[in-house]
């Protein structure tokens, strides 16, 4: 007998408890998510991509309550981004290791590089108009900010993250069977393409495009089983300190 089966059948261990059906169905739900709350929010936005700083303060003061709640959908994206990106990683990690490997490190490192470091202009435009500051003088210091080099590389790792780290997630998912091609071509086509679209209503769709994709490692993990997802939990020795 293998010390793991003596282990496992020794009357002085305890079994505990196994919760990777948690672990696969909270990620199947958060999947999809980031990606479409962006989407939301990015159709309500009052401001146009990529519009100068003073534009959006205008915009901005029209809409106060449309661009409000966009700061909201982009709270829920910058929460389940990461998650949602190892969501694919866990689906696709065994069939495409390669692929998957270099999509999570671009795609982890762009979107966590790129949220600690890019000024969200949104916000700083709601908040001149609300506190009634100086636009012109907001203005500088967004330009000022933008033209550091902590931002330029934040700004390179986010869009490779987006572009390229999801895209290969995306193929990776394609090629793994794990869920049909369409849906692994969707993550890689509406990641990569949403950013070079004009307008807030065409970049929505591109963003729920990738929310599509992202739902196809859902749909696998849902199908899965626990055995397949991951190993179960180790037993515990009788005087072992309980880990939670």
């Given amino acids: 007998m ?17 919760l990777r059906s948690f672990w696969r169905v909270t990620l199947a739900i958060i999947a999809p998510l980031p990606m479409l709350a962006l989407a939301v929010g990015t159709a309500l936005n009052p401001a146009s991509p ?24 982009g ?3 910058v929460i389940g981004i990461v998650p949602a990106i190892i969501a694919v990683a866990l689906v696709t990690r065994r069939r495409t290791p390669r692929l998957t490997t270099l999509g999570l490190l671009l795609a982890g490192t762009g979107f966590l590089a790129g949220i600690s470091s890019l000024p969200d202009e949104g916000v700083l435009a709601l908040l001149t108009v609300q506190e009634r500051q100086d636009p012109a003088v907001i203005d500088a210091i967004v330009g000022a900010y933008w033209e550091t080099t902590l931002v330029g590389i934040g ?20 090629r793994s069977k794990a869920a049909p091609t ?13 950013p070079f679209i004009p307008t807030n209503t065409a970049v929505a ?40």
């Fill in 182 to 194: 369409w849906m692994g071509l969707a993550l890689a086509v509406g990641a990569f393409t949403h």
């Fill in 50 to 73: 990529g519009a100068e700083f003073l534009t959006t303060v205008s915009d901005t003061a029209a809409e106060q309550a449309r661009a409000g709640a966009v700061q909201w959908f």
């Fill in 205 to 244: 769709a591109g963003l729920l495009v990738a929310s599509i994709g992202f739902a196809g490692a859902s749909r696998a993990l849902l199908t899965t089983s626990n055995d397949d997802f991951d190993l179960p939990p180790l037993p515990q020795r009788s005087g072992q300190k309980r880990t939670r």
């Fill in 155 to 174: 700004t390179g790792l986010f869009l490779l993250g987006l572009m390229l780290g999801l895209s290969l997630l995306g193929i990776a998912l394609w």
């Fill in 2 to 18: 293998s010390t793991l089966d003596a282990t496992a059948t020794s009357p002085h261990t305890t079994q505990l408890r196994d």
């Fill in 75 to 77: 709270a829920a994206f």
